[in-house]
């Protein structure tokens, strides 16, 4: 089995590539499963319904959120229409949602999570506690986990990575939008990436015209946040291929497209 995960979509750039080119990833790589991170799908903020529907019409089997998953104030009331959107697991009950869930795909049983970090991220629970309380719960009941770790920092993926070795079969860091070289599989069997990286524009700052961010950096005055539209644009993600019998990840390769037009 392989798995196709790709890091967050930014603003209609990012969608309009996945529309472009996902299909013919899927029949290179001979992908089974597709992982997308949407949360900032819509403006670079969020996902409004309208732009999950659009999503939802490519080859995507789940898409996972992140810290601006409530954003867009409407995804309050229309995420419980879309039982394939998985947002952090560490916000509190009250939110609507699931943090993660089952899918029956290619004869197995895929438990997909979503998680945030905390250094540097909004103050929620901790998230190795937090796996703690609920693995549990799923324990046995999938054939493969998969998590997608939405964090700041470097150090705490890479610990996050460590603390689920041997029990999750993917751990990937989202967030940063700025791909790490460091896939591999981790000593206890699971397929590790510190962060999947961005997928949209190439020549902004994280997806931002370069020119706002530079100006903020040098002046110190505040400017409206403009996502850069312009080509080239950029698909930053992982294959994992899974063994069928042991359920092991065998090989994980790093995705860095670059499409000109």
Same mark, same amino acid.
């Given at each position: 089995?392989?798995?196709?995960?790709? $890091?967050?979509?930014?603003?209609?750039? !990012?969608?309009?590539?996945?529309?472009?080119?996902?299909?013919?990833?899927?029949?290179?790589?001979?992908?089974?499963?597709?992982?997308?991170?949407?949360?900032?799908?819509? !403006?670079?903020?969020?996902?409004?319904?309208?732009?999950?529907?659009?999503?939802?019409?490519? +080859?995507?089997?789940?898409?996972? =959120?992140?810290?601006?998953?409530?954003?867009?104030?409407?995804?309050?009331?229309?995420?419980?229409?879309? #039982?394939?959107?998985?947002? +952090?697991?560490?916000?509190?009950? +009250?939110? #609507? $949602?699931? $943090?993660?869930? %089952?899918?029956?795909?290619?004869?197995?049983?895929?438990?997909? =999570?979503?998680?945030?970090?905390?250094? %540097? =991220?909004?103050?929620?629970?901790?998230?190795?506690?937090?796996?703690?309380?609920?693995?549990?719960?799923?324990?046995?009941?999938?054939?493969?986990?998969?998590?997608? %770790?939405?964090?700041?920092?470097?150090?705490?993926?890479?610990?996050?990575?460590?603390?689920?070795?041997?029990?999750?079969?993917?751990?990937?860091?989202?967030?940063?939008?700025?791909?790490?070289?460091?896939?591999?599989?981790? #000593?206890?069997?699971?397929?590790?990436?510190?962060?999947? !990286?961005?997928?949209? #524009?190439?020549?902004?700052?994280?997806?931002?015209?370069?020119?706002?961010?530079?100006?903020?950096?040098?002046?110190?005055?505040?400017?409206?946040?403009?996502?850069?539209?312009?080509? +080239?644009?950029?698909?930053?993600?992982?294959?994992?291929?899974?063994?069928?019998?042991?359920?092991?990840?065998?090989?994980?390769?790093?995705?860095?497209?670059?499409?000109?037009?």
């Amino acid at each position: 089995m392989k798995i196709l995960m790709i $890091g967050d979509v930014v603003s209609r750039p !990012g969608r309009t590539v996945l529309k472009e080119q996902l299909d013919s990833l899927i029949e290179e790589y001979q992908i089974d499963f597709t992982i997308v991170n949407g949360e900032n799908a819509s !403006g670079g903020n969020g996902i409004t319904e309208k732009n999950a529907r659009e999503l939802f019409n490519l +080859p995507i089997d789940v898409m996972t =959120m992140g810290n601006h998953v409530w954003q867009q104030k409407e995804m309050v009331n229309y995420i419980e229409k879309f #039982p394939r959107i998985i947002r +952090p697991l560490n916000y509190p009950a +009250p939110c #609507p $949602g699931k $943090g993660y869930d %089952f899918f029956e795909h290619s004869g197995k049983t895929i438990c997909v =999570m979503n998680l945030s970090g905390q250094i %540097f =991220m909004p103050e929620l629970d901790s998230p190795f506690n937090l796996f703690s309380r609920v693995w549990p719960e799923i324990e046995g009941k999938f054939d493969l986990l998969i998590v997608d %770790f939405h964090a700041e920092a470097t150090s705490e993926k890479i610990a996050f990575g460590y603390y689920l070795d041997g029990k999750a079969s993917i751990v990937v860091g989202t967030h940063t939008h700025v791909q790490t070289a460091d896939e591999r599989i981790l #000593p206890g069997g699971t397929a590790y990436i510190t962060d999947l !990286g961005m997928t949209g #524009p190439l020549n902004g700052v994280i997806g931002v015209e370069k020119d706002i961010i530079i100006g903020n950096m040098v002046t110190k005055r505040p400017e409206r946040f403009v996502i850069e539209k312009a080509r +080239p644009w950029q698909i930053n993600g992982i294959v994992v291929e899974v063994d069928d019998m042991t359920n092991q990840p065998v090989k994980i390769e790093r995705i860095y497209r670059i499409y000109e037009e």
